[in-house]
């Protein structure tokens, strides 16, 4: 009996797993797969895997299939970096204006409608059908390593951090992801497994705060990315991994707000396993 295990090769998701890169054979029932937030989102609908950090937005779809890590998620202090709108204009400047969206990543996309809409008031033509063009499109939004790298690159004359927009305006630090459960894990025999990867996960994201040159080093082996160290290191100061009680206020409070312009059909709350 294998535990079907959504892995999302970010960096963001690095204090996650990079302990079981090395020591995969110490865990023969934990099945590891590779993908992208909104590849995972569909997997955990179709129940082709049991839980992963997807994003956040999955639970409030599916909230009767879905229950959540009370530990975990994946958040951030006031900046998050690697969830950015990349702009040629000032983001007031961006009604009825083309903004290219990610095809990674579902939580981002949301918070972005969110903040536009209800901060803003703002309201662009989103694209997502096609391939990012700079002639016809005004901004982009990207999430995880391709944000990272664009902001090294700095090809756009503004930017701006998702994570920052959201606190600035709630005070609260936003929860991009979250471990994501479906409730066929919590079976008798995928239980034991489950109890098992949820401490062994949290333990290695202490680790990875104890010592994170060896754990960065181990993640770039397998996943590599060419960005410089310090960038890298500074990204980690910015990450949170703890599910704290203001975390939580703030994601039911997402939801309340992507029930209110339609995003999801409920304003739904957390459920734990």
Same mark, same amino acid.
């Given at each position: 009996?294998?535990?079907?295990?959504?892995?999302?090769?970010?960096?963001?998701?690095?204090?996650?797993?990079?302990?079981?890169?090395?020591?995969?054979?110490?865990?023969?029932?934990?099945?590891?797969?590779?993908?992208?937030?909104?590849?995972?989102?569909?997997?955990?609908?179709?129940?082709? *895997?049991?839980?992963?950090? =997807?994003? %956040?937005?999955?639970?409030?779809?599916?909230?009767?299939? !879905? &229950?959540?890590?009370?530990?975990?998620?994946?958040?951030?202090?006031?900046?998050?970096?690697?969830?950015?709108?990349?702009?040629?204009?000032?983001?007031?400047?961006?009604?009825?204006?083309?903004?290219?969206?990610?095809?990674?990543?579902?939580?981002?996309?949301?918070?972005?409608?969110?903040?536009?809409?209800?901060?803003?008031?703002?309201?662009?033509?989103?694209?997502?059908?096609?391939?990012?063009?700079?002639?016809?499109?005004?901004?982009?939004?990207?999430?995880?390593?391709?944000?990272?790298?664009?902001?090294?690159?700095?090809?756009?004359?503004?930017?701006?951090?998702?994570?920052?927009?959201?606190?600035?305006?709630?005070?609260?630090?936003?929860?991009?992801?979250?471990? *994501?459960?479906?409730?066929? =894990?919590? %079976?008798?025999?995928?239980?034991?497994?489950?109890?098992? !990867? &949820?401490?062994?996960?949290?333990?290695?994201?202490?680790?990875?705060?104890?010592?994170?040159?060896?754990?960065?080093?181990?993640?770039?082996?397998?996943?590599?990315?060419?960005?410089?160290?310090?960038?890298?290191?500074?990204?980690?100061?910015?990450?949170?991994?703890?599910?704290?009680?203001?975390?939580?206020?703030?994601?039911?409070?997402?939801?309340?707000?992507?029930?209110?312009?339609?995003?999801?059909?409920?304003?739904?709350?957390?459920?734990?396993?």
């Amino acid at each position: 009996m294998n535990l079907n295990i959504g892995r999302i090769p970010f960096l963001v998701c690095a204090p996650f797993f990079y302990n079981f890169l090395t020591k995969e054979g110490d865990f023969p029932d934990f099945l590891f797969i590779d993908g992208t937030p909104r590849a995972h989102n569909e997997a955990l609908k179709n129940n082709s *895997i049991d839980l992963a950090p =997807a994003s %956040s937005i999955t639970f409030a779809k599916k909230p009767e299939l !879905f &229950l959540l890590s009370p530990k975990l998620c994946t958040s951030c202090h006031f900046e998050v970096q690697s969830v950015k709108l990349f702009s040629q204009k000032p983001l007031l400047e961006l009604h009825h204006m083309n903004i290219h969206l990610t095809n990674q990543s579902d939580t981002s996309i949301a918070l972005l409608e969110v903040l536009l809409s209800c901060r803003f008031n703002v309201t662009p033509t989103y694209i997502r059908d096609r391939a990012y063009d700079p002639k016809q499109d005004a901004a982009r939004l990207l999430i995880g390593d391709q944000a990272l790298l664009e902001t090294n690159a700095n090809h756009f004359p503004y930017s701006y951090d998702l994570a920052t927009l959201w606190e600035e305006w709630h005070h609260l630090p936003f929860v991009f992801g979250a471990w *994501i459960i479906h409730k066929n =894990a919590l %079976s008798k025999e995928k239980k034991p497994i489950l109890d098992r !990867f &949820l401490d062994a996960a949290e333990e290695n994201v202490k680790s990875f705060r104890r010592d994170p040159q060896t754990a960065i080093d181990t993640w770039l082996k397998k996943y590599p990315i060419p960005l410089p160290a310090s960038m890298i290191f500074s990204y980690y100061d910015s990450l949170d991994y703890s599910f704290t009680s203001e975390r939580k206020e703030s994601l039911e409070l997402f939801y309340s707000l992507c029930n209110q312009i339609g995003i999801i059909p409920n304003a739904t709350k957390l459920r734990f396993i």
